[in-house]
């Protein structure tokens, strides 16, 4: 192991190397840059010798040299030899620029109440913060002119198509790169842009801060000589900044807001009839008895047996907000636009009527209500389950005739045969008609009619039941044998 320090700016870096280290014990040498403590845990580059060992190892590694400035750039170098191979290789330091870069917003809280200036392109009044770029650069033997490419994008947190909520006034958009050029020994550099705040029917989102982000890196195009090392930006320096700028809600002193959402639903049906014509109006009521809730949203499950209507609009104290029916995974849903925010004290009913059908294989239906915001803490309503059961009622009715009305015995001239054979000798026709009828609105299931006649009177027969009709969906079966005489 060969340890050689060097001296560069404040603290001294170290190189230690291991020559018979590494892959194929090829040789390897650590740098570790010096800090006001000591020395970095973990080494900042890993040089590695690419000469493979032969009978003897390469030992790259074996000697270190250095501090001294082999090409004259003010950088100090390091000479590896590899005795193995006969071989030394020369590192060149490259000059390190160091970007002290700011980023500065004004004003960083918005007041969507406050919109202050006309644009020309649009007849609304906009929303305008300033974005202030400032950088300085320095570094030992940089070149004169540093060329940074610097990028700014707005609303960063917005990834993904989501909406960006402020653009840069003078492109239309919110991303914008452009060079910097700054002088070794001039002042701080400092660019503004002026960006505005979207109009709040374009965007939801009030909550999440309007975060800048700047990047940069060093142009290297920028540095035409051949010869000369290409500058590197320090590495110690994260070559990224970020601001942050707030829509003014209306939260309280600590600026968070913390909704209360209390939420309660009813039926005007306390039951729903099979085949009836089922509409039922929900009437909702829903407050934000805590802070401004924004983006809030009544989130309606609609059950499989009913469908959505509509908003009721009729109804004096019900508020005829923006509802809209929508899949959601599978699930229908109906969802209504509460306000964003829906302030502090908000107190409102609203009514939404739907279609009840095809309740035939249910019991009972079910809606699950509650209402959702996008604030971090406290964000959601209590979750409210209405259940309507579900009934079956049917008006049955039966009529009977009798044909003809009265029969008077004993019957004049008549007398009953031993053993008869024909319809005439066993009496006079009676036909009883019964009649039944479903009123509804239920359909009736299993239904049984039971009639019972008298048959015999003093060991005779009395209403001889030789035939059964019917007309419809129905079946008799009657208790015992009828016709037991075999009369035509
Ligand atoms: C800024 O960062 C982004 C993402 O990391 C990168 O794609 C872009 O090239 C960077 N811009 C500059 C000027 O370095
Ligand atoms: C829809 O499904 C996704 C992924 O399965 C889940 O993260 C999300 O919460 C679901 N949304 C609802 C409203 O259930
Ligand atoms: C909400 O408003 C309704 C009338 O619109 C009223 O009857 C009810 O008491 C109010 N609720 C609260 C908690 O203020
Ligand atoms: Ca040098
Ligand atoms: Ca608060």
Request: proline share 5%; aromatic share 8%.
């Amino acid at each position: 192991m060969t340890v050689l320090s060097f001296w560069l700016f404040d603290f001294a870096d170290v190189a230690i190397s291991s020559p018979f280290g590494g892959e194929n014990r090829k040789g390897r040498v650590f740098i570790y840059n010096g800090n006001r403590n000591g020395l970095n845990k973990d080494p900042s580059q890993v040089l590695e010798g690419s000469w493979a060992s032969g009978t003897l190892p390469a030992g790259f590694g074996f000697t270190l040299r250095g501090d001294s400035d082999i090409d004259k750039n003010d950088y100090p170098d390091l000479i590896v030899g590899a005795f193995g191979v006969e071989k030394v290789a020369v590192y060149r330091a490259r000059p390190v620029v160091t970007v002290d870069a700011q980023l500065l917003l004004n004003p960083t809280i918005l007041n969507p109440e406050n919109r202050n200036c006309q644009l020309s392109v649009s007849d609304t009044f906009d929303i305008l913060f300033t974005v202030r770029v400032c950088v300085q650069v320095s570094g030992q033997a940089i070149p004169h002119n540093i060329v940074l490419n610097v990028d700014l994008e707005l609303d960063w947190l917005k990834q993904k198509g989501a909406v960006k909520r402020t653009l840069f006034l003078d492109h239309g958009t919110a991303q914008h790169t452009f060079d910097l050029v700054v002088g070794r020994e001039k002042e701080t550099q400092c660019q503004n842009f002026v960006v505005y705040l979207r109009e709040e029917s374009e965007f939801r989102d009030k909550l999440t801060p309007i975060t800048v982000n700047l990047n940069y890196s060093l142009d290297e195009s920028a540095f035409l000589n051949e010869q000369e090392l290409k500058p590197i930006l320090n590495r110690f320096r994260e070559p990224r900044l970020q601001e942050q700028a707030h829509i003014l809600v209306d939260c309280g002193d600590d600026n968070m807001c913390i909704p209360d959402l209390k939420l309660s639903a009813q039926s005007d049906k306390k039951q729903l009839i099979i085949g009836e014509e089922n509409h039922i109006l929900l009437t909702i009521n829903a407050r934000n008895d805590g802070e401004g809730a924004y983006e809030a949203e009544l989130h309606v499950s609609v059950p499989e047996e009913a469908d959505y209507i509509g908003i009721e609009r009729h109804v004096e104290g019900l508020r005829q907000l923006n509802c809209e029916y929508k899949m959601v995974n599978d699930s229908r849903m109906v969802v209504c636009d509460l306000g964003n925010p829906m302030v502090a004290g908000t107190n409102l009913s609203l009514g939404l009527r739907f279609n009840v059908q095809r309740l035939e294989n249910a019991d009972r239906i079910n809606f699950g209500l509650y209402v959702k915001s996008s604030n971090k803490d406290n964000s959601q309503s209590n979750f409210v389950s209405l259940e309507i059961p579900i009934a079956a009622t049917a008006q049955v009715e039966i009529r009977g005739v009798s044909h003809p009305p009265h029969i008077i015995l004993p019957i004049a001239n008549w007398e009953p045969k031993q053993k008869p054979s024909e319809e005439e000798e066993i009496g006079p026709l009676v036909q009883h008609i019964y009649e039944l009828h479903n009123i509804g609105p239920s359909a009736v299931g299993e239904t049984h009619l039971n009639v019972g006649w008298p048959s015999q009177s003093r060991e005779e027969f009395l209403l001889y039941v030789f035939q059964i009709d019917t007309a419809g969906p129905i079946t008799c079966h009657p208790s015992s044998a009828i016709n037991t005489l075999e009369i035509q």
